[in-house]
Structures are given as C-alpha cells and as structure tokens.
C-alpha cells in the first residue's frame, strides 16, 4: 500500500515518488498510475480530488494528473495523455505535484464549510445532512425547519466572527471506540461508518466543531478569511441548502 500523505500533512505540495504500477485505463479514462507515496487528495466528503502533475527525475517529462481516487484502498493517478503519448513506466521516479492555488482553495472552502456546521450546529441545534464545494464555494444541508432570510444573515456574521477568532484546526485519528464516545460525533452520521474501519479520522476547529472527516483543511481558521452567504433555499419543509462563497483571494505564497 502507497503512503498516504494527503491525511496526516495537508501542507504538502510536492513529493518524491516511484511508480509501482500504472494501469492503461479503459474508455475515455486516462491512464491510472500508483505511487509508492502520494500527497494527492483522492476526494471525498464533498471535497474534490486533486489535480497536479507527475515530473520524470530522469529527463524532466511532465505527465498532467487530471484526476485522483481511491481505487482497492490504493490512491490512484489519472493521467491526461495525448494519443500516443506514453505514460510514465513502473520503476521511475517522479516528483508528484497539487495544484496549490487549487488546493489551497479547497482546504480553505472545507474550513469554512465546517465553521458554518460548527455555528448551525452550536446556536440552531440543526444537523447537517450533505455538503459539496469547489475551490471558493460550496453548499450544505441541514435538517433546519425554521430557516429564514433574516437568519441566513446572522449565520454569515456569525461565521465570520469564528473564522476571526482565529481558531486552530487539529486533525486526530482515534480508535474506533473511542471516537464512539464523543457526542458531537454522532451528528456527523459516524455511526454510519462500515464496521471494517477501525481508525477513525477527525478534525476539530478547537472550541467549535468536532467532526469525523476525511478531508484536507487549513491549519487556522484566520487562513479561510471571510464567507459571503450566496444563496439559501428549501429542499423540503425541513432540509435547507446553505450556499457560501470566500470573500478574500488565495493568499499568495
Ligand atoms: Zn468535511
């Protein structure tokens, strides 16, 4: 099994690997290559995978990685290739690359979408039932009966007012069991989780939100900027879609 990275250090943008199979894929797939390790996201939870490229140690070729995603427990590469054009063989090193300005943007949406569950969840007791976000933007969905315009606004400010706080994001993997036992976790459907896994992956902005995720987020809330409330509408008389957008640029480093 390939080393992991994207879980334990979100931060990473490059990476030296070996490539320990590649799969011609099939149909308008790219070929898919395995790196004995990776900082690729392979999405989930919302979050979109990464995209990047592959750089060959050997002579500089570049191989464009259009998409990424867990395939039998492994993260897998979807290369874009021209026809023709070879892919990157088994045995030779490369050095794995996100798309930062992207990525970032992500963890930054993800943060922000958490905050927003945090605020929703602390002052309005509403469960969320489903997110999705691309870089800069994303929606959730709440069980929340009495959501309103003038309620809407509140929550935004109230986001805004966490994100200045200036909060840190931790990411913790606990053993089943115990992540069982924490209260705020059950709201977050982790009872849901197949009973085969037995590590269970969270992240917790200190003093607001504990959920279990999977996700890539920043290190500190102060990182996400502000959010703007986009748009909010009923999908039921109870469930509620919040959309938010970032109001600051990326910043750049
Ligand atoms: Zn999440």
């Not at 992540?179 to 085969?196: M, S």
């Not at 502000?226 to 109001?247: A, F, M, W």
């Amino acid at each position: 099994m390939g080393e992991q990275l994207c879980y334990t250090d979100a931060y990473l943008r490059s990476v030296d690997a070996t490539v320990v199979s590649v799969d011609a894929g099939s149909g308008s797939a790219g070929p898919l290559v395995v790196l004995d390790t990776t900082q690729f996201y392979p999405g989930g939870g919302g979050q979109p995978p990464d995209r990047g490229t592959l750089l060959r140690t050997d002579d500089g070729r570049t191989w464009i990685v259009a998409s990424a995603r867990k395939a039998g427990g492994e993260i897998v590469h979807e290369l874009e290739l021209d026809a023709g054009a070879e892919p990157p063989a088994v045995g030779e090193r490369v050095t794995a690359e996100v798309d930062w300005a992207r990525r970032h943007a992500l963890m930054r949406t993800h943060t922000a979408l958490h905050t927003l569950c945090g605020v929703v969840w602390r002052d309005y007791g509403a469960l969320v039932t489903g997110g999705n976000m691309e870089p800069g933007a994303g929606r959730m969905d709440f069980e929340f009966e009495r959501m309103s315009g003038e309620l809407v606004d509140e929550i935004e400010a109230k986001v805004n007012t966490e994100l200045a706080l200036a909060r840190d994001v931790r990411v913790d993997v606990l053993p089943r069991a115990v992540a069982f036992e924490i209260p705020d976790l059950i709201r977050t459907k982790v009872n849901l989780l197949p009973p085969g896994i037995e590590q269970i992956r969270t992240i917790e902005i200190v003093g607001l939100d504990l959920q279990a995720d999977g996700g890539t987020h920043v290190a500190n809330t102060s990182e996400v900027g502000g959010i703007r409330v986009t748009g909010y509408e009923s999908k039921g008389r109870i469930n509620k879609r919040i959309r938010i957008e970032l109001t600051e640029p990326a910043a750049t480093a």
